[in-house]
């Protein structure tokens, strides 16, 4: 297979996760004979700095001519403390969601069994969940028309949807759920907000066509709360913009790290992978950034194209990675010289030789990641 992948490494720790992901595409092209051609452009914080302008014309254009785009992280402590910055990298991300499309956000959460004692949860309430997150992408209050007084004293942000925006994204959760645990929760606040209620009423309608799969609610405060206490429960959730932020990042807690956490951001037409963790300034150019949520992300994008077996290969690498301890410090107790680039280094190499099963540490001390 052929495909044009738009690379957008953005700030922070961007680049550095994103490389690892790129390693591990290539050697998938490499071993099953695909075609992957990658071109980078500028967003974020990066792009403000060369052209002020958090999303170039040029960055865009590329996107809508790529066949899918892997994207890193955006933000900068200098606008993330500055709140009258006007120019902001996050408006990058935001216009770029829009101007392509990208309604429907899919957050897999998995709880790794060689990771369940890294969690602050207890192991027992963790082990054996598997959820996949579906958020709503270009609607509801971070899109909606925002107000501040003459006098900046009152401030609001209005947050509005329409039918057609919660039907496209129920479609996609209950075929999920199809293929999955046969279940959706609907996260929603309709005790309180109107916008809420139009979900409820939009999303049962959706689901008298998918009588093989049950649907409930939970309000969004309760649903923090189960999401800790027991995150078993959940198969598919589907919910709007910001609930969706806050429940996936609090979701991350269950694996150990934020790190591992990839996504999916598809459309009609168009589709962009990401990490869904920050840009991390604090950890740049260290190498201590946890790049498997980015490489995990790769393994998404080949399924977006079919290419299940290639994305399962990257898969299992990862869990080899983590079985043998070979990541970063966030979840490393063992090593404490793995570096980002050395987990990509393992994973690559993994994927051109998947049948070794041991690993050459005193290699990968050296800084050669080599399976024998």
Same mark, same amino acid.
């Given at each position: 297979?052929?495909? $044009? !992948?738009?690379?957008?490494?953005?700030?922070?720790?961007?680049?550095?996760?994103?490389?690892?992901?790129?390693?591990?595409?290539?050697?998938?092209?490499?071993?099953?004979?695909?075609?992957?051609? %990658?071109?980078?452009?500028?967003?974020?914080?990066?792009? =403000?700095?060369?052209?002020? $302008?958090?999303?170039?014309?040029?960055?865009?254009?590329?996107?809508?001519?790529?066949?899918?785009?892997? %994207?890193?992280?955006?933000?900068?402590?200098?606008?993330? $403390?500055?709140?009258?910055?006007?120019?902001?990298?996050?408006?990058?991300?935001?216009?770029?969601?829009?101007?392509?499309?990208?309604?429907? *956000?899919?957050?897999?959460?998995?709880?790794?069994?060689?990771?369940?004692?890294?969690?602050?949860?207890?192991?027992?309430?963790?082990?054996?969940?598997? @959820?996949?997150?579906?958020?709503?992408?270009?609607?509801?209050?971070?899109?909606?028309?925002?107000?501040?007084?003459?006098?900046?004293?009152?401030?609001?942000?209005?947050?509005?949807?329409?039918?057609?925006?919660?039907?496209?994204?129920?479609?996609?959760?209950?075929?999920?759920?199809?293929?999955?645990?046969?279940?959706?929760?609907?996260?929603?606040?309709? $005790?309180? /907000?109107?916008?809420? +209620?139009?979900? +409820?009423?939009?999303?049962?309608?959706?689901?008298?066509?998918?009588?093989?799969?049950?649907?409930?609610?939970?309000?969004?405060?309760?649903?923090?709360?189960?999401?800790?206490? *027991?995150?078993?429960? %959940?198969?598919?959730? /589907?919910?709007? *913009?910001?609930?969706?932020?806050?429940?996936?990042?609090?979701?991350?807690?269950?694996?150990?790290?934020?790190?591992?956490?990839?996504?999916?951001?598809?459309?009609?037409?168009?589709?962009? %992978?990401?990490? =869904?963790?920050?840009?991390?300034?604090?950890? &740049?150019?260290?190498? @201590?950034?946890?790049? !498997?949520?980015?490489?995990?992300?790769?393994?998404?994008?080949?399924?977006?194209?079919?290419?299940? &077996?290639?994305?399962?290969?990257?898969? @299992?690498?990862?869990?080899?990675?983590?079985?043998?301890?070979?990541?970063?410090?966030?979840?490393?107790?063992?090593?404490?010289? !793995?570096?980002?680039?050395?987990?990509?280094?393992? !994973?690559?190499?993994?994927?051109?030789?998947?049948?070794?099963?041991?690993?050459?540490?005193? *290699?990968?001390?050296?800084?050669?990641?080599? @399976?024998?």
């Amino acid at each position: 297979m052929k495909l $044009n !992948i738009a690379v957008l490494p953005g700030d922070g720790i961007g680049p550095e996760v994103t490389n690892q992901a790129v390693k591990a595409l290539k050697a998938i092209a490499s071993e099953f004979d695909h075609n992957f051609k %990658f071109v980078y452009a500028d967003v974020g914080a990066v792009a =403000i700095d060369k052209q002020n $302008n958090p999303l170039p014309d040029e960055t865009l254009d590329l996107c809508k001519t790529s066949d899918a785009i892997l %994207f890193g992280s955006i933000g900068h402590p200098k606008y993330d $403390n500055d709140p009258s910055a006007k120019v902001r990298p996050e408006q990058g991300l935001l216009k770029l969601r829009k101007e392509l499309g990208l309604f429907a *956000n899919i957050r897999p959460v998995k709880a790794y069994e060689t990771l369940l004692d890294k969690s602050p949860l207890k192991k027992n309430i963790i082990q054996g969940t598997d @959820i996949s997150i579906y958020r709503e992408l270009t609607g509801g209050i971070y899109f909606g028309e925002k107000s501040l007084s003459e006098d900046g004293n009152v401030a609001s942000d209005l947050c509005e949807y329409s039918r057609e925006e919660i039907e496209r994204i129920a479609h996609l959760a209950f075929k999920s759920a199809q293929s999955r645990k046969h279940k959706v929760t609907l996260v929603d606040k309709a $005790n309180v /907000l109107e916008s809420s +209620r139009l979900w +409820r009423r939009v999303v049962t309608e959706v689901a008298k066509q998918y009588k093989d799969v049950t649907l409930d609610f939970l309000f969004v405060d309760n649903a923090a709360m189960q999401m800790i206490l *027991n995150p078993k429960q %959940f198969d598919v959730i /589907l919910t709007e *913009n910001m609930f969706g932020d806050i429940i996936s990042d609090e979701a991350s807690v269950i694996g150990g790290s934020i790190g591992l956490l990839a996504s999916a951001s598809v459309g009609d037409k168009y589709a962009m %992978f990401e990490p =869904i963790h920050g840009s991390y300034p604090q950890a &740049t150019g260290k190498g @201590i950034a946890n790049p !498997i949520a980015s490489i995990l992300s790769a393994a998404m994008l080949l399924v977006h194209f079919g290419l299940h &077996t290639e994305a399962e290969l990257i898969k @299992i690498g990862v869990e080899k990675s983590l079985k043998l301890n070979i990541s970063t410090p966030d979840i490393n107790t063992k090593y404490d010289n !793995i570096t980002t680039s050395k987990v990509g280094d393992f !994973i690559e190499d993994f994927i051109n030789n998947p049948k070794d099963t041991n690993m050459n540490f005193t *290699n990968i001390h050296l800084g050669q990641s080599t @399976i024998i």
